[in-house]
């Protein structure tokens, strides 16, 4: 299984310490000691599965025109005039902490601004979420601005851009990881998209919108 980039330490670290916490408990005779010792270690190798769960990078079969961001449930299509974008029409995508946590490219373009906020960590499917820590991504693309908010929640506590201001990348590749979940928000210079509310989707894989649109 593909481990997604910036989190094999997380991984790590608790395997670590349940190999050390192991080997310790076979230097007392206490059967209460040895137990406590057992249990923590079977504790965090659990610990260290789960999260291998939550940081698999699956290879995606990329789909047909504008592609999801962010795996997750779709809470709220809106269209609104922004500033970076202009008219648009703004996906809402709220991730799980059992969602691939891997952000992608909605389609081809250039890294035109990249910018980290500092903020709170707010459940981001609440207004207040505005004030949350966030990277805002503006991508140059052939069907003009794309605006990408990455969205960090009470349990997402860090966000980790895998580009900088000036890449060339492909639709489908890898932007970006919100550990543990949180919500994407992606700003798109269409008219109509090809999804609802409530859908749920795979980033890089499920068409958000057609080309033409």
Not at 41 to 58: E, G, H, K, Q, T
Not at 80 to 89: E, S
């Amino acid at each position: 299984m593909q481990i997604a980039k910036g989190t094999k330490h997380w991984i790590f670290i608790p395997l670590l310490l349940s190999i050390i916490l192991s080997i310790f408990s076979f230097f007392f005779e206490n059967i209460t000691v040895i137990s406590i010792f057992f249990i923590s270690a079977v504790l965090m190798f659990i610990i260290s599965i789960l999260l291998s769960v939550f940081f698999r990078d699956p290879d995606r079969n990329i789909g047909e025109g504008i592609v999801a961001v962010a795996d997750g449930k779709i809470k709220e299509i809106t269209k609104i005039k922004d500033k970076d974008v202009g008219n648009c029409i703004c996906i809402y995508t709220f991730m799980n902490v059992n969602n691939v946590h891997v952000n992608r490219m909605p389609v081809d373009g250039i890294i035109k601004d990249i910018k980290h906020i500092s903020g709170s960590h707010l459940p981001a499917f609440k207004k207040e979420s505005e004030k949350n820590e966030r990277v805002i991504t503006i991508i140059d693309t052939k069907i003009g601005k794309i605006k990408i908010i990455q969205i960090a929640g009470t349990l997402a506590r860090r966000i980790v851009p895998y580009i900088k201001k000036g890449d060339k990348l492909k639709k489908g590749d890898k932007i970006g990881i919100i550990r543990l979940g949180s919500r994407v928000d992606v700003y798109l210079p269409i008219k109509k998209v090809s999804v609802k509310v409530g859908n749920r989707i795979k980033a890089g894989e499920d068409s958000l919108a057609k080309i033409n649109t």
